[in-house]
């Protein structure tokens, strides 16, 4: 997936690199710059048709996925949740639906809380790095098709993708 040619490109191939990269080389500015090209990258959900979806389809809410804002933004705590999502995916689903992690209403919405404020400067950081290491483990599954990462459009809830799921159904 081009997402992943993208990080690798961008020496974002691990939690060192990517904590490095985050919490201390890039100011933010280089992280919104990375964040379009990224985005750009993930297809929207509006652009999978009913026909597409398997038997056993899913869409992960923001607790499962690892999101920032389904839990703990602790980025253990969200890479726990995501390994489980990849055991389940594994085992149980057909396609995996994951709100991305880089869709710009969340992102801008944290943006325009930075201040001066070295603290809220350190969260957008901790909470962006903790992003990239989410989806670094999904990547054997998105390589292989089970889990697709999906931007939102206003139709969706952020939160749980609630809509998302009675429209595929």
Known sequence: MEV??????????????IDTKIMHDWSINNILDF?????SLIK?????????LPT????????LSGQAYGGCIGPNCRIKRVEELNRFAAL???????HS???EHEIMARTSLLAESRIEDFDFRYIYSG???CLIRLKRLVETGIVEIVRGEAQLCPRC?????????
């Open 4 to 17: 992943y040619e993208l990080l690798r490109k961008k020496g974002l191939i691990n939690d060192s690199a």
């Open 35 to 39: 964040n379009g090209e990224i985005n």
């Open 44 to 52: 929207p959900i509006n652009r999978i048709s009913s026909k597409q």
């Open 56 to 63: 056993y389809k899913f869409t992960a809410n923001a607790e």
């Open 92 to 98: 149980w689903a057909d396609k995996v639906y994951v």
């Open 101 to 103: 992690y880089f869709d």
């Open 131 to 133: 992003n990239l290491k």
């Open 161 to 169: 993708m609630a809509e998302a799921i009675s429209r595929n159904e």
